[in-house]
């Protein structure tokens, strides 16, 4: 197994263990080198009160996108946070899905730089509804044991 494997495997299992993304029934859809693709299914569960996907929602897949690309360009045993993060909201996520897709712009040895654009998906068409920048900063443990 290389690094990249390694990484991509701890993406997964990290995933598996988020609740909020549990909670809003996202789903992993692509891992690959600096490259991320969560979805989600619209919603009463993920719907604000015109019926429409919650921003926060959108903001939450965005980011965790944003953090596992991040993480699959890091050494093993790596945990990445965000640092800071901007989303622009361009317009309603209508659709059978919603889609973040997160790409690595730089890789640095504590901070990265990464995008995500949503989209919203039905019938094969996709509809651009947020763009994301986000700052994440590599920590070798999130909970201060290392």
Do not use: W
């Amino acid at each position: 197994m290389n690094e990249s494997e390694g990484q991509f495997g701890a993406v997964r299992a990290s995933f598996g263990r988020q609740g909020l993304m549990a909670t809003l029934g996202a789903e992993l859809l692509e891992v690959a080198c600096g490259r991320v693709c969560i979805g989600l299914r619209p919603g009463v569960p993920v719907s604000q009160q015109d019926g429409l996907v919650h921003a926060g929602a959108i903001a939450a897949i965005a980011d965790s996108a944003c953090g596992y690309a991040a993480l699959t360009r890091m050494p093993e045993g790596s945990r990445v946070l965000s640092v800071e993060f901007k989303l622009n909201l361009l317009a309603p996520a209508v659709g059978e899905r919603v889609e973040a897709r997160a790409e690595v712009k730089r890789s640095g040895r504590t901070l990265s730089v990464v995008t995500a654009d949503v989209f919203a998906v039905s019938s094969g068409r996709e509809v651009l509804v947020a763009a994301m920048l986000s700052t994440m900063i590599r920590v070798r443990s999130v909970t201060g044991e290392g």
